[in-house]
């Protein structure tokens, strides 16, 4: 052993009889994220890890547990950036691809439609259709998709009847998640500020995220369902025209659904609920489970 | 008169010192390493107990840098022993 070895052996060894030093030396190896600066320049790579650093020190202590012992380990920063994002997306709904998107707040995939953008036709041709029954000079579509939601939502949460309401609510984005009823460019433009790297905002956008997909894939099935069964396609045509035809705001016309097929009776909240008028009852999607709105 | 309480500045100082350490297994495991030469931190710690380790030193940073944020906000309390240093 030279005598530099011998030197760093013998402060290594002064280190640990000394309490506060040892603490200290603790301290490095195990949170050395407690002395980097907590301001970030974003363009910089280092400070790209750096900042994905204090973020699972704040939030996931597992993660930065694992990172800081491979950085002590040498690793390259390709595969910190893999073992960082693999750690976080165990929370995570929606995936994080890499630590450079970890300074625009916790992901989410905005799941809404765009009917005024020009590409809207092209790109969901069978939407499109659903959507043309609703066009009127007289009256906004998603007033009457409104009406026809909350007609809907006494026959419960589960079942065709949930899943027309939730096609309705994504086609017009009246839904009340935000994920589902605004694109990403509407989420950008309308100021919505991205959720924040807290336990609160991870959990708050894990929820409304998770009730996004869930939302679709039942309008999704609606879809299909128009598209496979002609008389659910009558059905919701005529309930159309019968509240396009109303003579006052305030009528409320006696809107037909046919029973669920697929749902014994006794899955009906109603037991006569092929007759019923609107009422102002929430829509499904609400489920009594709290707003899903994401605030600006 | 000893009343039991602290009597002075130096009083404090002596109960302060005879405050255990805090009993961290990082810190045991920095005590226990073999490391070779030229290593400054354990590498011969299970990772499992590694990761427990920094969960636990986390959670004791939090708890200090509470305790020390609620002393920084603490009211004067009248107090009924002569303790000069503390005089309002």
Same mark, same amino acid.
């Given at each position: 052993?030279?005598d ?11 280190m640990?009889?000394?309490t ?5 030396? +603790? ?18 790579e280092?400070? &790209?890890?750096?900042y994905?650093?204090h /973020?699972?020190?704040? +939030? ?5 547990t ?12 390709l ?5 960082? $994002?693999?750690?976080?997306?165990r929370?995570?709904?929606?995936? @994080?691809? !890499? ?7 916790? %992901?989410f995939?905005?799941?809404?439609l765009?009917r &005024? ?9 069978r ?16 007033? +009457?998709?409104?009406?026809l ?7 419960g949460?589960?079942g065709?009847h949930?899943d027309?309401?939730?096609l ?8 009340g ?6 694109? #990403? ?20 956008i894990? #929820?409304?995220? #998770? ?24 059905? @919701?045509?005529r309930?159309i ?8 705001p305030? &009528? ?9 097929? $697929?749902?014994s ?7 006569d609920s092929?007759?019923l008028? /609107?009422?102002?009852?929430?829509? %499904?999607?609400d489920?009594?489970?709290? !707003?899903?709105? /994401?605030?600006? | 008169?000893?009343?039991g309480f602290? =009597?002075?500045t ?12 805090a ?8 005590? =226990?390493?073999t490391?070779?030469?030229?290593a ?8 499992? =107990?590694?990761? =427990?380790?920094?969960v636990?030193?986390?959670d ?29």
């Amino acid at each position: 052993m030279n005598d530099l070895w011998q030197m760093q052996s013998f402060l290594v060894s002064s280190m640990k009889a000394d309490t506060t030093l040892a603490l200290a030396n +603790c301290a490095a190896w195990l949170d050395p994220a407690l002395f980097s600066a907590d301001e970030f320049d974003s363009d910089s790579e280092e400070d &790209d890890l750096t900042y994905a650093l204090h /973020v699972c020190r704040a +939030c996931f202590p597992e993660v930065y547990t694992e990172v800081v012992q491979r950085l002590w380990r040498g690793e390259s920063a390709l595969q910190l950036n893999q073992v960082i $994002c693999a750690g976080l997306n165990r929370y995570l709904v929606t995936p @994080l691809q !890499d630590i450079s998107q970890i300074q625009y707040g916790v %992901p989410f995939e905005a799941l809404g439609l765009d009917r &005024d953008d020009s590409d809207f036709r092209a790109q969901h041709p069978r939407l499109a259709r659903i959507a043309d029954w609703f066009h009127s000079d007289d009256q906004e579509p998603h007033e +009457c998709a409104s009406i026809l939601i909350k007609s809907l939502a006494v026959y419960g949460e589960k079942g065709i009847h949930a899943d027309l309401a939730h096609l309705l609510g994504w086609l017009f984005g009246i839904s009340g998640n935000t994920l589902v009823d605004w694109t #990403e460019d509407m989420i950008w433009e309308g100021g919505i500020e991205p959720p924040e790297w807290t336990p609160d905002d991870i959990a708050f956008i894990n #929820e409304v995220q #998770e009730e996004a997909h869930e939302m679709v894939s039942s309008a999704q099935r609606a879809l299909e369902q128009l598209e496979q069964d002609r008389g659910w396609a009558q059905t @919701l045509q005529r309930n159309i025209r019968l509240v396009r035809e109303r003579k006052k705001p305030d &009528d409320q016309p006696a809107l037909r659904w046919q029973p669920d097929a $697929c749902h014994s009776p006794s899955d009906l909240p109603h037991p006569d609920s092929e007759l019923l008028p /609107v009422r102002g009852d929430p829509a %499904p999607s609400d489920g009594g489970g709290g !707003d899903h709105r /994401v605030s600006g | 008169m000893s009343t039991g309480f602290l =009597q002075s500045t130096s009083d404090l100082i002596t109960c302060l010192l005879q405050t255990p350490p805090a009993d961290l297994l990082g810190l045991a495991l920095v005590r =226990q390493s073999t490391s070779p030469p030229g290593a400054w931190f354990p590498n011969d710690a299970p990772l499992e =107990q590694v990761k =427990q380790a920094a969960v636990e030193f986390l959670d004791y940073g939090n708890r200090c840098r509470e305790a020390a944020h609620k002393l920084t906000a603490l009211r004067p309390v009248p107090l009924s022993v002569s303790c000069l240093e503390f005089g309002l």
